[in-house]
Nanobody
């Protein structure tokens, strides 16, 4: 069964950092690529970052450029989202997403709360 599992969310004060992880089963990120999305309360889910199967190609939502970094550990088949200089507006449930064999897969999400 294809499965994505996120972890690493939590509460952090503004200016703080968190690292989210997304681990996959039944396929490898090195072949599919991966995206991170987030959904804040009352808002639509939005794109945050993407890593293509070719690992040195990434893209980011403008508001997180320079603060967030997506990376991948192929040995662990895990993708990370390092989030620095967090702001209250980054508060959301974060999801990893991939397309495998024409099917769209999502993790269960991990909550990130940025507040003082």
């Amino acid at each position: 069964q294809v499965q994505l599992v996120e972890s690493g969310g939590g509460w952090v004060q503004p200016g703080g950092s968190l690292r989210l992880s997304c681990t996959a089963s039944k396929f490898t990120f090195s072949r599919t690529g991966v995206k991170w999305y987030r959904q804040a309360p009352g808002k639509e889910r939005e794109f945050v970052a993407r890593m293509f199967a070719i690992a040195n190609i990434t893209s980011y939502k403008d508001s997180v450029k320079g603060r967030f970094t997506i990376s991948r550990d192929d040995a662990k088949n895990t993708v990370y989202l390092q989030m620095n200089s967090l702001k209250p507006e980054d508060t959301a449930v974060y999801y990893c997403n991939t397309d495998y064999n024409g099917e769209d897969y999502w993790g269960q999400g991990t909550q990130v709360t940025v507040s003082s």
